[in-house]
């Protein structure tokens, strides 16, 4: 079964501390995996899309990274206001699967 | 480049009837796709219309519907609500179907 897997639920952070949101996934089919953000009350902000293994993609202090069954979200020096739940979806070729997400807070 | 917009931002429904959500996609984008979002489960994807057919479903009961205009607006439509239909409606944009913009939903409420 196509399955997406985002750890931790949750993380607490002081500012500037770095650290690393996984997503591990098994899909058949992979057309591109996708990280978005989302604050609370509001749609889903696309982030970036990743669709080969060793692909990277970096925005500010985000650096998304892709294997062959996971991407990592790694953050940087967050500030306060990175503070979101960030979600992961894979794409096949009839739908997109999201994750539960990661809800990240920094402290500042 | 305007966004995805949806209405109405908020609905309070009674258990029983019927609703009707509204979703206008960012110009030029012919793909629409609806997910349903609860704190248990995350995102749900409930279906996907392009160019005015539906093009993937998800596992939804027949009471979910939705359609698409030549205009690629959308609307999806839940008869005989549930108490379980409470959540987040979203719809998302995209030109291909890969990169997809969201809108920032309708909160639904059924009592």
């Known amino acids: 079964e196509d399955q997406v897997t985002q750890s931790p639920e949750a993380l607490r952070l002081q500012e500037g501390e770095s650290s690393s949101l996984n997503c591990s996934y098994t899909?058949?089919?992979?057309?591109?995996l996708f990280w978005y953000r989302q604050d609370p009350g509001k749609g889903p902000e696309f982030l970036f899309t990743l669709y080969s293994a060793g692909e990277e993609k970096e925005k500010e202090r985000l650096k998304a990274t892709l294997t062959k069954k996971e991407s990592f979200l790694h953050i940087t020096a967050p500030k306060p206001e990175d503070s979101a739940t960030y979600l992961c979806?894979?794409?096949?070729?009839?739908?997109?699967?999201f994750g539960k997400g990661t809800r990240l807070h920094i402290l500042p | 480049k305007a966004g995805v917009t949806q209405t109405p931002r908020y609905l309070i429904k009674t258990r029983g009837q019927q609703v009707t959500l509204s979703c206008s996609p960012i110009s030029g984008h012919r793909s629409v796709s609806w997910y349903q979002q609860t704190p248990g489960q995350g995102l749900q994807f409930l279906f996907e219309y392009f160019s005015e057919t539906q093009r993937n479903k998800g596992n939804f009961p027949g009471r979910f519907s939705g359609r698409q205009f030549s205009n690629s607006r959308s609307e999806m439509n839940v008869s005989t609500l549930e108490l379980g239909d409470s959540a987040l409606y979203l719809c998302?944009?995209?030109?291909?179907?890969?990169?997809?913009?969201f809108g920032p939903g309708t909160r639904l409420t059924v009592t």
């Open positions: 998302a944009s995209s030109l291909l179907g890969n990169e997809q913009y």
């Open positions: 979806a894979v794409g096949r070729d009839d739908k997109i699967i």
């Open positions: 899909v058949s089919g992979l057309r591109g």
